[in-house]
């Protein structure tokens, strides 16, 4: 079966995502670019990844021993995660200082950072897949409202109370898996 590229991207684009900027210190500067696809792996030890498209300019860059900052963008940092998306129009890009930080660029007034090392780089179709592990981290001033993508739109997170979610942990017994038959 092969399926429709423009028909994947509409139904993945129903799922939410936060906008991340990935930074890479390179001599004289920063390179970096708008990374929605980034998450936690694991927390023993702290890993988390990100893709790259094997196209674009950064993904020259990747190597195992990598130093790479992940910065959360806020709600109102729109015009940053067009611009390090590529998209940007405008004659000049809008205001984006790089501050130095453990080793890594950090941008200022991102909503969290996270410092990392690239630990593995796995091929994913059109994409590399770079596993870092975490070895700093920053959390910006409040209030922390993280820009999200859904629907090929930028939205932002409703800052209401919330419902709690239940504490994990760890389980006695190894989890099990129930399913019923169709």
């Not at 790479?68 to 729109?78: G, I, M, P, W, Y």
């Not at 950090?106 to 590399?128: I, M, Q, Y």
Request: hydrophobic share 45%.
């Amino acid at each position: 079966m092969s399926l429709d590229s423009g028909a994947l991207r509409g139904v993945l684009s129903q799922y939410p995502t936060g906008v991340t900027v990935v930074a890479i210190p390179v001599e004289g500067g920063v390179h970096a670019m708008t990374a929605g696809s980034f998450t936690s792996v694991s927390l023993e030890p702290p890993l988390v990844l990100f893709c790259v498209g094997k196209r674009a300019r950064l993904a020259a860059l990747i190597q195992v021993d990598l130093s790479f900052s992940v910065n959360v963008l806020r709600a109102e940092s729109q015009a940053l995660s067009t611009y390090f998306a590529g998209s940007w129009r405008e004659p000049t890009p809008p205001p984006h200082p790089f501050v130095p930080w453990a080793g890594v660029p950090l941008l200022e007034d991102a909503a969290a950072a996270l410092a990392c090392r690239t630990v593995s780089v796995f091929e994913g179709g059109d994409h590399w897949i770079v596993v870092g592990e975490v070895t700093d981290l920053h959390l910006g001033l409040a209030p922390r409202e993280p820009l999200v993508f859904f629907d090929r739109r930028y939205h932002r997170v409703d800052a209401g109370p919330g419902v709690g979610a239940p504490e994990l942990e760890p389980p006695e017994t190894p989890a099990q898996l129930f399913h019923e038959s169709w």
